[in-house]
């Protein structure tokens, strides 16, 4: 079997290829047992689950940098103004975000990939010991890997003008050094992938999926983005829903690559975003009864659904966005007895250093990743056209770009495409771009932000004016 032929990745986020087209060929599928076996007409063994109570944060793509790795200096401001993440602020900001966790009332919280910047060895004890204050405060804490975590190539130092190579991770030093952090209260794990399951509520699985290409990194220049499940993961994770049904547990999923799709023609441009074979896999959970899975990787802030009517399934994928990236935003989730989800987005308001310069954390950072979006798009339009077209298109995608990231984007018809000034080229160029931005600009279904779902029927509302 074999899935999905897409071409190797890159580390580059979406918004810095748009004039690339990708196409995606499906050599194979999975064989799932649920297709064939006798569970399937028998409906009443898949009943929906009863949630416990209980309440959660979800981070994504930390990107955390160890102080020791990266200083202020031409390397790092370069990095930033590349990859858009501020990784030297990295410390600070999830500083941030566990004071939130720490002075809540979470039972758990789970990490869904890329914790580090590029794998640094040093960078994962270095937040290993971070999480693990977290979790001396009575707060479970779950982690899985992304893309840019194991085996990877540009580990490397930030400091001064000479870039250094430095030691990365393998699969097992990943597992060892966050043992305390979901891998050492495992109840089962798969034997082909980092991925395990874990129960933090009596009552509630959490299936923490490994989804990631990493085993031959090190072959190549950069880690691989692209996410994909081998078939014997998929028969694990068939056999761990198969017991969650079997013993009434509850189930949510969390993997690093987007499960289904969040704007209209995800796939067609950006596939390494998406899981290969996603609407295969999606359609299983939704079958096993799972009904929201928590994904990252492409930095937005965005939730999106999928529904099947025969028979009737809805599933739920919330991404969560980067926490080093502009919206600077994380999750907090809350299950009521009622069965009512409520998912609210917190976001990164200040930083020391930035008090102590007396700036507006959010507006400052803000402009600042505007300006390199910008500035990285104009470079790739004018590949391809003229300076003048790449002054007036790139604006544009930087716009729709910012809008996704920060979720509940609000399309105007005047937004797309303004023309007006373009070569002939650069007119052609407007007509691919069209497509892409008014997807970037289109919210898909439901609201990004904040949202209920009610587990029991599926069915979403906003949520109630304060």
Request: charge should be negative.
């Amino acid at each position: 079997m074999r899935l999905s032929n897409k071409r190797p990745s890159s580390n580059w986020r979406p918004f810095l290829s748009l004039l690339a087209v990708f196409s995606v060929i499906s050599c194979a599928t999975f064989q799932f047992q649920y297709t064939s076996m006798d569970l399937k007409d028998n409906e009443s063994e898949l009943e929906r689950p009863v949630f416990p109570a209980c309440r959660f944060m979800v981070l994504s793509d930390t990107h955390f940098a160890s102080e020791k790795l990266v200083k202020e200096g031409p390397l790092a401001s370069t990095y930033r103004d590349v990859s858009l993440k501020f990784v030297l602020e990295s410390s600070e900001i999830l500083d941030s975000a566990l004071e939130t966790i720490a002075s809540g009332n979470f039972d758990f919280f789970v990490i869904t990939g890329d914790l580090t910047k590029d794998g640094e060895k040093e960078s994962h004890l270095d937040l290993a010991g971070k999480l693990s204050g977290v979790k001396d405060l009575g707060i479970k804490v779950f982690v899985i890997p992304g893309n840019h975590d194991i085996l990877n190539p540009r580990a490397g130092i930030l400091i001064g003008e000479t870039y250094q190579k430095t030691g990365t991770v393998t699969p097992d030093e990943f597992a060892g050094i966050y043992a305390s952090c979901g891998y050492d209260d495992a109840i089962e794990r798969d034997t082909h992938s980092l991925s395990y399951v874990a129960e933090p509520v009596p009552g509630l699985w959490l299936l923490l999926l490994d989804s990631c290409i990493y085993k031959d990194n090190l072959h190549l220049r950069e880690s691989e983005g692209n996410g994909r499940l081998t078939q014997p993961t998929v028969d694990w994770i068939e056999s761990v829903l198969l017991s969650a049904v079997k013993k009434r547990k509850a189930v949510l999923a969390f993997l690093h690559h987007g499960l289904l799709e969040h704007y209209a023609g995800q796939e067609k441009y950006f596939p390494d975003f998406v899981l290969d074979d996603h609407s295969e896999v999606a359609k299983m959970f939704a079958h096993y009864r799972i009904p929201v899975v928590f994904t990252g990787h492409y930095h937005a802030q965005d939730i999106t659904l999928a529904r099947w009517e025969n028979p009737g399934r809805v599933l739920y994928d919330i991404e969560t966005a980067s926490l080093v990236s502009y919206p600077f935003a994380f999750r907090e989730i809350s299950i009521s007895r009622e069965q009512i989800m409520r998912i609210k987005s917190r976001f990164i308001t200040d930083i020391p250093s930035a008090s102590k310069r007396k700036i507006d954390f959010r507006t400052e950072y803000r402009v600042l990743m505007m300006k390199a979006l910008r500035t990285k798009l104009t470079y790739e339009i004018r590949k391809r056209t003229s300076a003048a077209d790449a002054d007036i298109l790139a604006p544009q995608g930087a716009d729709a770009a910012m809008a996704h990231f920060r979720g509940d984007e609000v399309y105007n018809r005047d937004i797309l495409v303004y023309r007006k000034g373009l070569t002939l080229v650069g007119w052609f160029a407007s007509l691919f771009l069209t497509d892409l931005f008014y997807g970037l600009w289109h919210d898909l279904e439901p609201p990004d932000n904040d949202l209920i779902i009610d587990l029991s029927t599926l069915e979403w509302s906003n949520p109630s004016p304060r």
